[in-house]
């Protein structure tokens, strides 16, 4: 029987996201505006993962005060961060629900001020961390995760 095996070369320095559901990676992806830095990004979608099944893993030749760990938590503050120094892991961040994000998610609102004031910035607050709800600063719409 031949293992279905892909090889991913380790990175120097930078980041790499662990852990994360499998499909998710090119949302995070987007949401990280990895395709506007000028750095080299390694997708690994559907490994194999005991914890989870399977899972995908971002690597990232970056420092990691380039990445928004706000929205990485955001997204899923399950996902483990590794900092990545001469080929080795020196450290493993926690994420948390951020207390507030910025230009992340729209107001679905047409009421909101957001709607008519385009160029304000569409800031929401976490209103319940238990329900991982999120409101906007100035309607306070809830916002609806799919």
């Known amino acids: 029987m031949v293992e279905n095996r892909l090889n ?26 990895l395709d ?3 750095c080299c990004v390694a997708i690994i979608k559907n490994a194999r993962s005991g914890k ?15 990445i928004d760990l706000d929205i990485l938590g955001f997204i899923d503050h399950t996902i483990t961060v590794n900092i990545i120094r001469n080929e080795t892991i ?27 004031e385009q160029e ?9 961390a238990e329900t991982k709800t999120y409101r906007c600063k100035y309607c306070e719409e809830q916002y609806h995760r799919h």
């Open 8 to 33: 991913v070369g380790k990175i120097s320095e930078g980041v790499v996201l662990d852990h994360i559901p499998a499909g998710k990676s090119m949302e995070i992806y987007k949401y990280l505006h």
């Open 36 to 38: 506007q830095m000028d």
């Open 52 to 66: 989870l099944g399977k899972k995908d893993i971002l690597k990232i030749e970056s420092p990691v005060e380039n």
């Open 90 to 116: 020196v450290e493993k961040q926690i994420l948390t629900l951020p207390k507030e994000i910025k230009n992340v998610i729209k107001c679905k609102n047409p009421r909101c001020i957001t709607s008519i």
């Open 120 to 128: 304000l910035d569409h800031v929401f607050f976490l209103s319940d």
